[in-house]
């Protein structure tokens, strides 16, 4: 069982590049989310969405932007890379109920320099 | 907004002992309650979850939890740690209502020594 596939693991970028984190989840979940986990801070939600075409901010969005065209992809966009991104990304999905359990795939861990 | 508060960033146990992490909530409408565990280098998996069933939840590996909502808390325990639970703990909340997002703790290191 796959689950939730988060690539690439690790990625090094320089500050104004741009790129996009993938996620593919393959158990039809309707919601999915993006997180970002720093030292002390616990994980900070960035982008979530509850089902195709639908997509929200969370707590943390700005320079970075999502869609959701399928149920089964939620990538995550940087537009312009600054160190302040520098962090570890989780991609996480759940079934509809709100009382679900995420599942969380293993992570990009991402070097802005 | 919901939020949730862990106390301690660090625990440090002995092998055998009993383990307790702290989590309160705030909101005055009884939530979600889950409680995650990271290992390193890995994602988030799911210990346990109260949903509105039993106050006292049994989770994987030993874990429980206890809701109590005249203190607002949804504390972890474990009778006897191993080594192998030394990892961070988060607690996370998620209304009952509306689009429902899930918000995370700052999480709590736990320490296992021989």
């Known amino acids: 069982n796959a689950g939730v596939t988060q690539t690439p693991k690790f990625q090094v970028l320089k500050t104004g590049q741009s790129m996009t984190l993938q996620c593919a989840q393959d158990?039809?979940?309707?919601?999915m989310s993006w997180y970002r986990q720093d030292p002390g801070m616990g994980l900070r939600l960035i982008h979530y969405?509850?089902?195709?075409?639908?997509?929200d901010q969370g707590e943390v969005p700005n320079g970075y932007n999502v869609s959701r065209s399928t149920t089964e992809d939620f990538p995550l966009r940087l537009l312009s890379a600054a160190p302040s991104q520098t962090s570890v990304y989780f991609c996480?999905?759940?079934?509809?109920?709100?009382?679900?359990?995420?599942?969380f795939g293993n992570g990009t861990r991402l070097t802005v320099t | 907004a919901q939020s949730v508060t862990q106390l301690g960033s660090h625990v440090s146990v002995s092998e055998g002992a009993l383990v307790l992490l702290r989590c309160n909530y705030s909101s005055s409408v009884p939530p979600y309650l889950f409680w995650y565990v990271q290992y390193p280098n890995q994602g988030l998996q799911l210990l346990l979850k109260y949903t509105s069933a039993a106050t006292l939840v049994k989770g994987i590996n030993g874990f429980e939890a206890e809701f109590k909502k005249s203190e607002t808390s949804f504390h972890l325990t474990k009778p006897s740690a191993h080594m192998s639970d030394a990892a961070e703990y988060f607690c996370a909340v998620s209304d009952r209502a509306g689009y429902s997002t899930l918000t995370f703790g700052k999480g709590t290191m736990l320490l296992v020594s021989p």
């Open positions: 158990m039809n979940h309707e919601y």
């Open positions: 996480a999905s759940r079934q509809g109920a709100r009382s679900s359990p995420l599942h």
């Open positions: 969405s509850v089902g195709a075409g639908i997509t």
